[in-house]
């Protein structure tokens, strides 16, 4: 099955399922740039990039996939670069564009202003985020645009590093990184226990937003133009889309 990455975005918990039975083709503007199929011998769906690769850098130390461990030895000592580790590739991230970091700054402080007096708090990256999809399975790194985090009393280490999983997360598209947050990083957040995901496109100026429950997509709703984003998780936290994006 050929669909294309707007409908998978739409409707991403239905191909999750039809995954488990047939592979589904995930193009964007007529090229195909992933892959959604179930494990042979497995009823799990997982996805792949194909040989079209989104044109920021990616690094892998060795053929095949790299280790958590192997991760850890490339950036441990680079305060210079920021890199995300998902699946077993690593990625080196580029600078932010203006239109980028104007959408984050002007929600920053609408998050920040909504949370004022709530025990959850919004930050921006860089910070980075480790997530499992099962107990057994090496930690994703990633730095997530922004995110809401509402249990920094619990999951804080002796060097002041959050080890939790964020309640809500933000990705703002750029070129580069497009079929990474719309696929990947969508599956990558569903399965790992974030409960709200807000894709926010400045390229159309759209914001769309999951919210997922046990691993599935449970609601999606996409706003545009003069419309304003309301907040699956948080009753009350709202955007109006004019605030955030550049005229």
Known sequence: MIVSSTEVQNNFGKYLMLAAKEAIIITRNGIVCA????????????LQESMVQESAKSYHLKRGKATYEEFLELTSDDEVNRYEFIDGKIYLLT??????????????????????????????????????????EEPNVVQPDLMVICDL??????????????????????????????????DLYMTSGVKEYWIVNPFNKEVTLYRFEDGEVTNTLTYKHRETAQSFL??????????IFRS
């Open 35 to 46: 892959k959604l199929q179930s494990m042979e011998g497995d009823s799990k769906p997982i």
């Open 95 to 136: 600078s932010p564009t203006i239109t980028h970091q104007f959408v984050v700054t002007k929600m920053l402080i609408i998050f920040g202003e909504w949370f004022q007096e709530s025990k959850c708090t919004p930050f921006t990256a860089p910070n980075d985020i480790r997530l499992k999809r099962g107990h057994h």
């Open 153 to 186: 009393d619990v999951h804080l280490d002796n060097n002041d590093y959050y080890t939790g999983v964020p309640s809500l997360t933000v990705e703002v598209l750029s070129e580069s990184t497009q079929s990474k947050d719309l696929v990947t990083k969508l």
């Open 234 to 243: 948080f009753e009350g936290l709202s955007v109006k889309l004019e605030q």
